[in-house]
């Protein structure tokens, strides 16, 4: 009850000593007692070993809470049977039940007590007749005794972790870990949905469910918790429109004279009654009041209910508040209080009608007794004036007497839709709707004189809130879930709960909801509805939604409610009433007051603000409120005097002790409340006595001599106090530094309200001016009109962040006051651990103001200031803290504004005074030292941007009147500071005429260069702005020239500044300089800034855009620069749309870069990526066109130049055609393969000028072949052509396929014509010459006839010549074999790195791990090795071969991809011809002889082709010893021949095989197709008769075979069993590619059939071939190899020349010999 707890504390025990003290009790906590405030009072002490840490104090006995976690009882304990006698007032006993438990907050109740420890348990103990110790069948518990707090909820029930507890007269209340209340007890208090008390377990406060308590407070039959607000998309949740409780309707919608009326004052039978502005409120006894209509749909009006006006005198100045600071207070009693601002202000919450209980019975349905008086009353408003007419209103017995200035609450309640529909407003309504017409256009006018926005404000303050929606029920309804309670008792509250948001936009939102309503719309004038709609200046929030993001957790909330329950008589509830609460309702005027800490007395209680600023309401028998308002139902503001900060308080049964700041940072003590006569405490005060109450609280004399006090408590009579010892000065540090935050937040929160609110309300009021003409008394002359909209825009701006510092800093001091309360340490202060968030609000507020200034924002509001706080600005003067006399307004307004600065100053020194407490080489210390240097750096800084600030408002102040500049005054930037500027004539320009003028302005982002010519008016005509971030400046020499020069580079100027002297050469290359790393660095945020560095890097990162060169004019780059031009990464984009990204190298495009080009007829982009030089394409790219087209290959020049390939068209379009090869200038030029899909046709051969040219070969897809000269892209000349059934003509073409001249045409069967032909070949053809038919004898002639292909194609060497000459050409070689091998390796290495670099920047490219250990592994250039070359150095090639040919990066790799790529152009699809075998053959020959070329280039000791490697020979002493003879006769050791097939072709043959081995079965197709056939048909016998049929000697046949793992007999039956190894392993020959693989192969099957035929044989044997054949025969039969023809094809043509005669050579022979035997046998 009386007392409080600080939040939760966790004690440490040797905190202490790091700030050089010893830990002595009689330093620390020390406890002082008294009771009343007389001057003979002197507190006594009482003595414990152990600093105290928490008090708590019931009617006749404390708690205390010691360091250790221990807890002793003092006073009155009379549940202690055995001690009473014992125990004195002074003299503490141990609560040794908790010994072992480590206690961190006791409570203490009337006559109860409880304890909370470290891991969250409650320990109760005292009286317990009402269960408020929550243990069931015991009247009394002695001592310390748990009581679980359990979640029923869960399916475990699960043990609730305690924070906080608070204990009263009949309850206790405790806050979970969760930030929920949980009570036990009995009395309404408990706030539980129940009737059966005691509650003996503790349960849930459902009502406050979901939301986040702060800290709880018991009074004797009354709760306070402090909550913080919803954040507002939480408060906008859709409202019900059922009751919770009896499940009616919210609202109804019911029919008046043809107007439907939407009607929300519905009652809740169930014992809440809901009050006009939706509270709920229990009727007498819980029940109904007798005469209750029966109607829920009809509004019930009091009959007793008046307004009457006790309205003080006018509002200060300050009154032009908008309304949600400032409201009327409605009482119960029906007394109109309209409060000042010192006063408390209910902020326009309460509506302005309360309505009471409905008396009398027999009253009628209708809301009003008598039409008749309405439509008499509405008649007299037409016809009187409203200002008359307000002042009194009498309908049917109900007297409204509003007071003047409430106006707009009156006209509120006339104009529906605009006001909360409740009971009162739901009568008016019908009433304004019903008679409508009677009233006509006069009361319209009436409406829209009023001004619109008060009712707004008053209405519909709710910040983040369902503003304005029908129908919001207040009050704890028993039953239904507590989300659905929450929003109904949120939605139900006419000010919202919350106090985030921006205002004047959710009464705006509010507003245009209400007026959407169904059935609302007809009833209000349209031109109100336009008023209503027209856009408003967007109005800054002045209290930061939600707090600073980042301050998150670590600091309080500002943003709080106050919510009470329980018995109300005396008013301790503050809902304006006497009634009782059974459910937590918000005090919805403290919602906006930032309250920080409620106290509960007896009977009153008290809330405390961040301002520190006390609340108090309730019972005030002694004046223990500090205050004679009344009524004291309602928070009012303790009086006490000007300049008293209240930190912390204590309530006790009839007083209450203040802890605040005074003039000095030592806390002082104010009492207010009864006076205890000293040997009376229990008897009955004398209420007549002169000392038994106070009027305002009164000042402790004693207080100064209790040291440092750190908490107060109170209860029943008593006071306690804990202070501390000022040792080592620490202590008073802290207090001083805890105390001028407060100060300076009041400050702060001073100005906010009478200075930057009333000035943005400026902005929205209207400004009453007379005019001259009389003719419109009512000018709008608003604040945006006055500033101009940029300003307008920096003044919202300055006042956010003026809100947010205001906030952080109020946010702050409560921190520091929660420390002082409860640690007194360093480490818990914020400022040090999280320094940057007050350094970045600093930081932004110091910005915004000096933009504000720079714009000579203070000048224009100057005027406004003037209008709204007189021609005498004391206020200002006051708040600004400027004593000198007859200081203009506007430097006022700075001073002001640019105050919180200094408090940066205050920071670093009171830091700098707590570090002085403390050992220097402890933490401590260094903490300390760091922040009071960070803080004085930022004080530094924001020092020198204000003078920065004030330096270019002069200038521009200034600025008309020395010169006019054309377009220079659009310079003018908010962010923009002068640095220095030429008008002393102390810069000009080098070579400049003799009667041109230059001025030079240095700001922070820019040089100005302003040109003129002497003899005009007009001094300055053109200016040239050269942005810092691209402006290089270097000092010229001075030794040659005698002149103090500045060479001052751009991206397109370059010029010379002479200085006059060299201070003021080195003055400006200084200060652009500075000017140009702050301008780089971000405009170096806080720190020291000059000096930093000698001159900003020459390479750096900016943008620019191009104003004069050709090439880039009006384009914008973004990137890297180095010395004025762009070099490496970066963007260009064109205002047509061009757009390159990529990198550069001395201003023009260089390296790899991607580039688009929107073609406007086509609607699409030309898109190039690829290599750049010099500004144009060139190297490796790829080109997709707008056309569709798309080319990949070499540029040259922005040309397709070297080998490309041409896509153009898709397979589906006109035209597709495939075009592969070389081209010079754009133009196809060389050799090349050109695929026309559309007419199957592809040509290989030579171009020139996009036309074939010369030799080349065509094939068709219907089998035709052709081979010859080309002229003017036809057949033109000597050709061969072949169709598909071997008919050949050889002779003279004219055109595509047309036969033209002498030839000879050769039929399949050897017949021939040989004569002139003239025709299209299969059109028809007329031949002139002689036909014959060769002799049958002659079998020599018909040889000679056969056709010898290849002879008119182009040759092999010649084919793919750029692919090779680009290689080359990438090694540093101009022609192939020119070069210099090292330059090589080193190209090599760059090209690898530099791609590596590229694939790194864009992650779309990404490498495997594995490619980039191979890249890595190739960049190490292999080392060209001394000495005799051996087959480890072949082996070393060999391997580098295969990486470098795995990776297209690598210029061979690159190579190898190219020439797999036009192989499979060439050979596939239609080029898949059998009579291009031998060309196809012949081309991947060149390719090993030309690239076994590049090889030995790269490495120069490999041996030429056919040289031998020679094996290590045998050891030298083995020579030695052998004499010459022996060495003659030894033949030489056989060494291994260097052959490109070998080195090269396991790398190609792999990737050109599909093409190859297709050519080679479509070539072997006729004896493939006899060999197959013969294959499946031998292959039917079983294994005994095959061989037999093979004639293999019986000594070889198998006996027995393996089978699954076991010897298995040959029977004549067996299959496929003997030599099965053999077999399996000659089946892999498909699989190999490179004929040494496939002739190992064969190898290998030789020597498993030699192994089969030995395990039989059982003895040593030579291989006959006679003996050989027949078993190979055998086991190549059972291998059915299908293509075996192609394979042996393939390795009689591919394999290496010197193995041909080897034993290799040899077993394919053996082979081969049986491929043929197979084809010719005969099977009888």
Known sequence: MHQHCHGQISVMESQRK??????????????????????????????????????????????????????????????????????????????????????????????????????GGVHMWGENSSGQCGLSSLAVVPNPTPV????????????????????????????????????????????????????????????????????????????????????????????????????????TMTDKEDHVIISDSHYCPLGVELLAEGEARLGPGGSPPPGLQSSPSEPLLSSHTTVSASAPGPHPSITEHTDYERGRTVAQNGEVLTTTDCDISVAGTDSGLTVGGVGGAGSQNSPYPDDQAVKEYLKKLSDTSLAEETAKMTIAGASFQPPADSLDLLTSNLIPGVMPVTTTSSALNSLVSSCASAVGERVVSTYEALSLKKMINYYYPGVGGVAGVPGRVQGGFPGGPAEERVRLEESMQGKKSCSTGDIREEEAEGLSRRLSLP????????????????????????????????????????????????????????????????????????????????????????????????????????????????????????KLSEGIRVWDVGAGVQHTLFLADGDCYQPILYYSGQQVREGAQDAPQDQTGGYSYTQQPVLLPFCMNLGYVSGVFAGGQSCVALADRNVMGFIASLHELAAAERKFYCKLSSVKNHILRPLLDLGENYCCRQ????????????????????????????????????????????????????????????????????LDTYNEYCCSVGNFLVMGGFQALAKPS???????????????????????????????????MRHLHEYGRLLLKLGTCFEVSSVDYQKLQDGCSKFEALALHL?????????????????????????????????????????????TLQNSGRFSVNWFILFNDALVHAQGVVPYKSLFSTHHVFPLATLWVEPIPEENTGLYGLKVISPEETFTLLACSSMEKAKWLRSINQAVD???????????????????????????????????????????????????????????????????????????????????????????????????????????????????????????????????????????????????????????????????????????????QGTGVIVTQFGLYYEGAFNNNKMQGTGVLLSEDDTTYEGEFSEDWTLNGKGVLTMANGDYFEGSFTGEWGSGLKVTGSYFKPNLYHSDGDKGRAVKLGRLAVRPEEKWRAVFEECWRRLGCEAPGQGENQRAWENIAVALTTSRRQHRDSPELNLSRTHNRTLESLEFIPQQHVGPFTMEKYDSIRHYLIKACDTPLHPLGRLMETLVAVYRMTYVGVGANRRLLLQAVNEIMSYLARIFQLVRFLFPDLPEEGGAIPEPSSDSQDKKDSNCTDNQLESPKPGRVVSSSALLLPVLLPRLYPPLFTLYALEKEREDDVYWECVLRL????????????????????????????????????KDACFASATETLQQISTTFTPSDKLQVIQLTFEEITKEVMSSLKDNFLWSMDDLFPVFLYVVLRARIRNLGSEVSLIEDLMDPCVQHGEHGIMFTTLKACYYQIQHEKTT
């Not at 609730?160 to 036990?184: K, M, N, P």
């Not at 809902?575 to 409620?598: A, F, T, W």
Request: overall charge positive.
């Open 18 to 119: 790091s700030s050089g003290e010893e830990d002595s009790s009689g330093e620390r906590g020390l406890l002082h007692t008294w009771k009343g405030y007389s001057y003979s009072v002197t507190p006594e002490r009482v003595l414990l070993s152990r600093p105290v840490l928490q008090a708590a104090l019931g009617t006749r006995h404390g708690v205390l809470l010691v360091e250790g976690g221990q807890v002793y009882s003092l006073g009155e304990l009379p549940w202690k049977q055995s001690q009473v006698s014992d125990v004195g007032p002074l003299k503490p006993i141990l609560e040794s039940a908790l010994s072992g438990q480590r206690v961190v907050v006791v409570a203490a109740g009337s006559f109860h007590s409880g304890a909370v420890t470290e891991d």
């Open 148 to 251: 679980a707090v359990l979640d029923p909820d869960t399916s475990t029930p699960q043990t609730i972790r305690v924070l906080d507890l608070a204990c009263g007269e009949q309850h206790s209340l405790a806050l979970s870990a969760q930030h929920e209340v949980w009570a036990w007890g009995s009395g309404c208090q408990l706030g539980l949905v129940t009737t059966i008390f005691p509650v003996w377990k503790p349960q849930k406060v459902e009502h406050l469910a979901g939301r986040h308590v702060l800290q709880v407070a018991c009074g004797a039959f009354h709760s306070l918790a402090l909550v913080r607000c919803l954040p507002p998309q939480e408060a906008r949740r859709p409202l019900p429109d059922k009751c919770g409780q009896c499940n009616q309707l919210l609202y």
């Open 519 to 638: 059935g609302l719309l007809s009833q209000v004038s349209p031109r109100l509805l336009r008023r209503a709609s027209r856009p408003r200046v967007r109005a800054v929030p002045l209290t930061p939604v939600g707090g600073l993001p980042e301050a998150g957790e670590l600091l309080p909330s500002l943003q709080t409610e106050v919510w009470s329950w329980g018995r109300g008589e005396d008013g301790q509830l503050g809902h304006g009433d006497n009634l009782p609460r059974l459910q937590p309702l918000c005090i919805k005027c403290l919602s906006s007051k930032e309250v920080v800490l409620v106290a509960a007395g007896a009977h009153h209680s008290l809330a405390l603000t961040a301002q520190s600023q006390v609340f108090s309401w309730g019972s005030n028998s002694s004046g223990q409120l500090g205050h004679m308002e009344s009524p004291t139902t309602i928070p009012r503001l303790a």
């Open 771 to 838: 005019s001259t003409t009389g003719q419109r008394p009512w000018v709008r002359e608003s604040l945006s009109t006055a500033l101009g909209p940029s300003s307008t825009v920096l003044l919202q701006s300055l006042a956010r962040c003026y809100s947010r510092l205001c906030h952080l800093t109020g946010q702050h001091s409560a921190s520091l006051t929660a420390n002082l309360r409860r640690r007194r340490e360093v480490k818990s202060l914020v400022m040090l651990e999280h320094a940057s968030i007050f």
């Open 866 to 900: 003037l209008d709204f706080f007189g021609k005498c600005p004391e206020l200002l003067q006051r708040l600004a803290e400027s004593s000198e006399e007859n200081i203009p307004l506007s430097e006022l307004l700075v001073a002001l504004f640019y105050l919180p």
């Open 943 to 987: 020092k020198r941007k204000r003078k920065e600030a004030e330096y270019t408002y002069h200038f521009w102040k200034s600025f008309p009147g020395k010169m006019t500049v054309s377009g220079l005054d659009s310079l003018r930037k908010p962010h923009r500071r002068l640095i220095c500027e030429s008008s002393n004539k102390a810069l």
């Open 1078 to 1252: 702050q301008a780089m660095s971000g405009a170096g945020q806080s720190g020291s800034g000059a000096g930093q560095r000698a001159e900003p890097p020459i390479s750096r990162t900016a943008s620019y855009t191009f104003y004069k060169d050709s090439r880039l004019k009006e384009a914008t780059y973004e990137g890297r620069w180095l010395a004025g031009k762009p070099n490496g990464r970066g963007i260009v984009k064109w205002p047509d749309g061009r757009i390159y990204t990529g990198t550069f190298k001395n201003g023009l495009e260089d390296g790899f870069g991607d580039y688009v080009i929107p073609s406007k007829t086509l609607n699409k982009n030309d898109h190039y990526q690829g290599h750049w030089k010099e500004g144009k394409m060139h190297g490796i790219g790829t080109f997709k066109y707008a056309t569709g087209e798309l080319y990949e290959g070499s540029f040259q020049d922005n040309m397709r130049h070297g080998h490309g390939m041409l896509r153009s068209g898709t397979l589906n379009s006109s035209s597709p055609s495939v075009f592969i090869g070389q081209w010079v200038h754009d133009k196809k030029t060389g050799y090349g393969v050109f695929d026309d899909i559309t007419r199957g046709e592809k040509y290989m051969g030579i171009w020139q000028d996009d036309q074939r």
């Open 1579 to 1614: 292959n039917k016998q079983p294994d005994m008769a095959l061989l037999a049929f093979l004639g293999v000697q019986h000594k070889f046949w198998p006996v027995s075979v393996p089978v699954l793992g076991e010897k298995t007999e040959v029977v004549s039956s067996t």
